[in-house]
């Protein structure tokens, strides 16, 4: 029985590692990394609602999921239904929260309907769409309300900022959320939005941030993408249209230059490997990778082409010329070649099969001492063999994209095979037993 646990464990122990040296290998992924940050609109409120009528899950429907057709990853929705900008500026305090900001490289940030839906004053309106505004008494309450939103809005981008001054934020402004269904609610939301979305705008351009106007996609369209029946959140077509926004404007941003560097580690004559390191000025590569030969951005184009540099730097084990191709998370992408000419290969060995016989003893001749004529002899010259060296060679480290999976797949079949025979040898046991 010990022995049969025994074989069961290495089988174990057989797949674990052979999942494991699988995932090593499928960590390809380039895409550059988004956090959203926001209210119900980012939870995606309502979209799964015939599978999960209590919005328990966020839905990958909502509009952080569908920026750029699937061409960034979306590392972390922090978002959560009637948040206010207050609520979401205290969420983002926690660690794991400030973690994801601090690895994202876009950021969107949609917060600010609930701070006017959830005011007293404005649910009043609300409750009682009929009733006469006092324009006074509303003013002041628009303004107090943005006042306080665009205070923490400055302190959520300041937060953002503190862990990360590299990523670009998106700031959406707020949509009137009345559909035709609220057509008496319709007018209120015209009548303060466009004073505050200014604001939102206005934010954007002091902190360098992308400005997505959500207000203008939806105006007049609000039965084509808002849920019916009185809710307010946007519908999966208002979703896209959400998405289509960040989508445009970061498509529309001119990526900059990078410079990059390539130092070979000597340019001393060596017969060892030499290694590469490269410098660059992006803050964050999203992809390095390398090939042999003269290369353009162009020849990089498919995904997985070059081979992946880690740590910024790789090895070569031959004379030639590399390119180097990085590019960052802002779209900027940037080619340097090098050339290696020191390493020191035997590339001319002698081959005996064309080495000329000694020339032979003429015994005719009495006196060996008479040299004054001698024969005259040739000496053929061997062709010039060339001897090729590949990427690895014996003796050398392996490359940088050396992976462990096939010692585990032996180590596995070699602990399943003890197993077995283990197995076998019990089971005959028992039977000269019976």
Sequence with gaps: MKFKRLSILFAF?????????????????????????????????????????????????????????????????ISGGGWTSGQLLTEIQKPENLAAIHHADVITLDI???????????????????????PVAFSKTINDISTNLFSNLGLIIGTIKSQNTDAQIIIYNI????????????????????????????????????????????????????????????????????????????????????????????????????????????????????????????????????????????QVTKNGTYTVYVRDSKGAKSVKTIKIENIKTDDVVPNPGNTPDPTPTDTSNPNPADTSKP?????NTPAPTTVKTSVVTTGNKLPNTASPMYNYLILGLGFLLAGFAATIFQQARRRRMI
């Design 175 to 314: 949509y009137n959320p009345f559909s035709s269904t609220l057509a008496a609610l319709y007018p209120v939301g015209e009548q303060f939005l466009p004073l505050v979305n200014p604001g939102f705008q206005g934010i954007a351009a002091q902190t360098k941030s992308l400005y997505a106007d959500a207000y203008s996609a939806f105006k007049g369209k609000q039965a084509n993408y808002i849920f019916p029946n009185g809710d307010v959140h946007p519908n999966e077509e208002g979703q896209k249209v959400l998405a289509s926004l960040a989508t445009g404007v970061l498509a529309a941003q001119v990526p900059g230059e990078i410079t990059v560097d390539l130092t070979p580690f000597t340019t001393e004559t060596t017969k060892d490997p030499v290694t590469i390191t490269i410098t660059t000025t992006t803050k964050k590569a999203l992809a390095m990778q390398w090939l042999e030969g003269e290369k353009t951005v162009a020849d990089f184009a498919e995904v997985g082409t070059g081979t992946t540099i880690t740590e910024n730097k790789f």
């Design 375 to 379: 024969a005259p002899t040739t000496t």
């Design 112 to 134: 600010g309907s609930n701070d006017f839906l959830q005011n007293k004053d404005i649910k009043a309106i609300i409750g009682n769409p009929t009733t006469p505004i006092d």
């Design 13 to 77: 122990m057989l797949i674990i590692s052979t999942c494991f040296s699988s995932l090593a290998f499928a960590e390809t992924d380039v895409r550059p990394n988004l956090v959203s940050l926001g209210d119900s609109i980012t939870y995606g409120w309502n979209l799964e609602k015939a599978t999960d009528p209590t919005n328990a899950h966020q839905s990958q429907k909502a509009f952080p999921y569908l920026i750029g057709d699937g061409n960034y990853v979306v590392g972390k929705n």
